[in-house]
């Protein structure tokens, strides 16, 4: 589904990473009165950063007189800044003399030195990388000299250091050592890490057609269970023609590979059955597949039925599955779900860092972690929340109305969390 935006004016930036040899750089396409707090976010996803640390902007005309701008209050008052959050690319950039660094990590000093290269109309709100060059560096990696030396030893298999440094770079940033690369850089992936980061950044309220995409699964069932329930067979399971039914309606035939008359060998029938049974809107009674209560007040309403299906992904029923739902939604939004290699490993360390364990003390095993990721991965992609493809993917891209939708849980995740 496309939306058509209005136009706005667009600035384009040429972005260097000051010092690096090979040059690291991104030539984007950014709104012009983008606030300087959104113009960090769009800079840590084009440079492929974290958003570990403390940053500030820094802007100089041709007098030498120089304006600071940051976002943290305590940074603010003892650095004597301004605050970032109020004000715009527009307004630092106030004459063609201005020269603007945003620096990243005071300790590692990363200093992008931007400058304009053009000016644009573009959809509103739209963030593009026309062009760039070379990986972005490491977190943490000790700056400029840091990082030189961690992309030699990481590409010398025989340096003593190696296995050493290769288990921190697996560590620090989730994928394995040996695909390491400096001089990647992949445009397009970079766009549609940007595409998925432009409604974070604006009005996040989804339109009726966002609610209608993102309910639309589990209103057909709702609506094809219908007041007198579906007939089960004897263990338990929707019948052959539903399930092919299932499959058709929703054009899910890629989805999966069989013939789709066997519910428990279709998991994309099976997992979106399931899952509106967990969210409480079917529920089994004597051979038959109801509605709940709540299935009946939601089955025709689509935001009733988007704001019921956001309130319990959110709120599953144990606390190891509320964390581990908690790190999947920031993990999507942000574009950073580690590799398939290290997805386990990176959920157990999660959950073991606020204090979960197995029933007997030990640490939570690789698989477990996958297990539970997967799991709710799994229940979100029984909704129209990501992009088609691959049913199996462990790090699937959401749709701008996805985005919306994960907004929309984050949100209600941060009350009850406060709670």
Known sequence: MTIMRAAEKALDLHITIAGTEPEIWRDLRVPAAIMLTDL?????????????????????????EERRFASNEETIIELETEPAAVFTLEDVFSSKSTELVYEYDFGDSWLHEIS?????????????????????PVEDSGGIGGYRELCEILLDP????????????????NKPAAQFDPQEFDLEKCNRSLARLSPQLGDATPTPEEMAAVVLPAKWLLQRVGADGLELTKDGYLKPAIVAEVMASLAWEKRWYGKFNRESQTLPVLDLRSALQEWGLLRKYKGKLLRTPAGRKTYDDDVRLWSHLADRFANPRTPA????????????????????????????QTLMSVG???????????HDGRYLYNESRLMLS?????????????????????????????????????D
Not at 118 to 135: D, E, F, K, S, W
Not at 158 to 173: F, I, M, P
Not at 323 to 334: D, G, Y
């Open 40 to 64: 960090h976010k769009v800079i840590q996803r084009a440079f492929g950063w974290d958003n570990r640390h403390l940053y500030m902007f820094r802007s100089s005309n041709a007098a030498g």
């Open 158 to 173: 025989n340096h003593e250091q190696h296995d050493g440094l290769a288990k921190w770079y697996s560590w620090v940033t």
């Open 356 to 366: 979960f364990r197995m029933p007997d003390g030990a640490a939570i095993p690789e």
């Open 382 to 418: 029984t909704l129209g929340v990501f992009e088609e493809g691959d049913y199996l993917l462990s790090s699937p891209s959401p749709s701008e109305a996805g985005i919306k939708f994960l907004l929309e849980v984050q949100r209600r995740q941060n009350e009850h969390h406060e």
């Open 116 to 136: 304009i290269s053009g000016h644009a109309v573009a959809p509103a709100g739209q963030l593009t990388c026309i062009a760039g060059a070379n990986r972005g």
């Open 321 to 348: 599955e509320k964390m581990v739902r908690r790190v999947l939604v920031l993990w999507l939004l942000e574009d950073r779900v580690p590799s398939y290699d290290m997805l386990g490993e990176a959920v157990s």
